[in-house]
């Protein structure tokens, strides 16, 4: 996935236009690479190199900061409208139609309850959002797939 606009949650690095993008290799529901270099090596990058440190300061033996814990859609045709990209933050910037969001980190507040396997139990959250040109392809239950954004343009299905 290519994070190309605000990061936020407790980080709260935001816009990150002076940065340029990063990019995460996410395999089963979990991060491996930043900037297509494996977890543990330095990208060079100061932005992914933050963004691997918040994560990292708040993991357990798990791995559970790297592991997503929310996916959100933004819906909402009139956020952000006035507001220049510098401006906007990942609280608003995930609800501007045709964005996503993937948070990676604590899902504990979204009802996932102790003892529970797929709780990430870290004090960490991280949202990060995807804005220019994002395709979402899902797979239902029965294993038909379906677009869910094709061009930052959220589709029926």
Do not use: W
């Not at 994070?3 to 395999?27: A, F, Q, R």
């Not at 918040?54 to 900061?65: F, I, P, V």
């Not at 991280?126 to 954004?149: A, H, P, Q, Y």
Request: proline share 5%; charged share 20%; net charge negative.
């Amino acid at each position: 996935m290519v994070v190309d606009g605000p990061i936020g949650g407790n980080h709260n690095l935001d816009m990150i236009e002076d940065y340029g993008p990063i990019t995460l290799v996410v395999k089963e529901g979990n991060i491996t690479h930043v900037n297509n270099i494996p977890l543990k090596e330095n990208t060079g990058n100061s932005l992914a190199e933050s963004v691997k440190s918040y994560l990292g300061s708040g993991n357990n033996a798990e791995g559970h900061a790297f592991r997503i814990a929310e996916l959100g859609i933004g819906i909402n045709g009139k956020a952000c409208q006035s507001k220049a990209p510098k401006d906007i933050g990942s609280s608003e910037g995930e609800k501007i139609y045709g964005t996503c969001h993937i948070a990676f980190g604590s899902n504990g507040s979204f009802g996932v309850e102790p003892g529970d396997p797929n709780l990430n139990a870290v004090p960490i959250h991280c949202d990060m959002v995807l804005m220019n040109g994002l395709n979402v392809d899902c797979e239902r239950k029965d294993g038909t797939n379906f677009s869910l954004i094709h061009e930052s343009e959220p589709q029926g299905y």
